[in-house]
């Protein structure tokens, strides 16, 4: 399996990304990652009072007329009564959804995947760039903040979802693409069984150990550069991944500590904190893995 979680906020001029929809939870917005993600965003689905967070962003900014979510999605008893008139007034989809057995995220999650036909533009004829473009990627935003047990949904949700086949109207099989949630500093996604390959490129890297400018960091190609170049990192060093059945084995490649076939489990080790230590890593796993890793200063949220 194979994972490029930046090239959302890659600025690739006329090789845009995979094609992705973005879903806002009910928590405050990551406000530098969203003005990088809406750009090539195909959808823009707002999780019930996910509506309220967008509305006040966008009313911050004297724009609550013109930017809009696409549609807004859940039981509706989290965004606000103003906000929601606001919407409709403007002729933003709202769809009122009551199922006590699944929450807002779920809902939102499940609007996507019923739509990928409607939101994924005309395919070519070449079958293999037909299998790519096939493929929509989903963007989560919000989650990992505030009440513990909610951000422990979110991952549960996370988990829950991260694989699903979508039949067509052809009655072709197909996976909706990957699943990536972005919190006020990190992108988190659920790795699966066996080898991964993740691409880590521009990670901010640590000086080498016989540097003594505290000012320098090592490019890509390990040579020191000065941090005034912030613009070019898309990640910081800092990973973690988690198993998520009990005690799993994992071999890793391309970190600082690299490992294999190393025991891993919740309340025995457990590698968090490692650093990327090369453009492309690789994480082996007999079961689901959670990573994580540190975005760059450039795209985290400003908490006061």
């Known amino acids: 399996m194979e994972w490029d979680p930046t090239q959302f906020f890659r600025d690739e001029g006329d090789n845009p990304p995979t094609p992705f929809a973005l879903l806002i939870l009910n928590h405050p917005i990551n406000e530098k990652a969203y003005d990088v993600l809406q750009k090539h965003a195909l959808i823009t689905v707002c999780a019930d009072g996910g509506a309220n ?7 911050a900014r004297g724009r609550e007329s013109l930017d809009h979510p696409n549609v807004i999605i859940g039981d509706l008893d989290s965004i606000r009564p103003s906000v929601r008139t606001h919407y409709e007034s403007h002729g933003v989809n709202i769809i009122y959804h009551r199922d006590d ?3 807002d995220f779920t809902k939102a999650l499940r609007y996507i995947r019923a739509n990928v036909d409607d939101i994924l533009p005309p395919t070519t004829t070449n079958h293999q760039q037909q299998a790519e473009e096939d493929n929509l990627t989903i963007l989560i935003l919000g989650g ?5 047990d909610q951000a422990f949904s979110q991952i549960h949700h996370l988990y ?3 694989t699903h086949t979508h039949t067509t109207s052809n009655s072709t099989e197909r996976k909706t693409g990957h699943l ?8 988190t996604f659920i790795l699966h069984p066996g080898k991964n ?3 880590t490129p521009r990670a901010r890297r640590a000086a080498p150990p016989l540097s003594t400018d505290t000012n320098t960091a ?4 390990g040579e020191e550069e000065k941090d005034g170049k912030e613009e070019r990192y898309l990640l910081e060093e800092n990973v973690g991944m988690i198993p998520l059945h009990g005690m799993e084995r994992i071999t890793t490649k ?3 500590w690299d490992v294999e076939d190393w025991e891993t489990v919740m309340g025995g080790q457990l590698s968090t904190s490692n650093h990327i230590r090369a453009e492309e890593v690789e994480v082996q796993a007999g079961g689901p893995v959670l990573m994580t890793l540190e975005l760059a200063g450039r795209f985290k949220r400003v908490l006061f």
Do not use: A
Not at 218 to 221: A, E, G, K, L, V
């Open 101 to 103: 057995y699944s929450t």
């Open 218 to 221: 090592s490019n890509d190609n």
């Open 254 to 256: 391309g970190f600082q």
């Open 197 to 199: 390959i993740i691409r």
């Open 53 to 59: 967070h967008i509305y006040d962003m966008m009313k």
């Open 144 to 148: 990992l903040g505030g009440r513990v």
């Open 180 to 187: 990536y949630l972005i919190s006020e500093e990190s992108i």
């Open 160 to 162: 829950s979802n991260s």
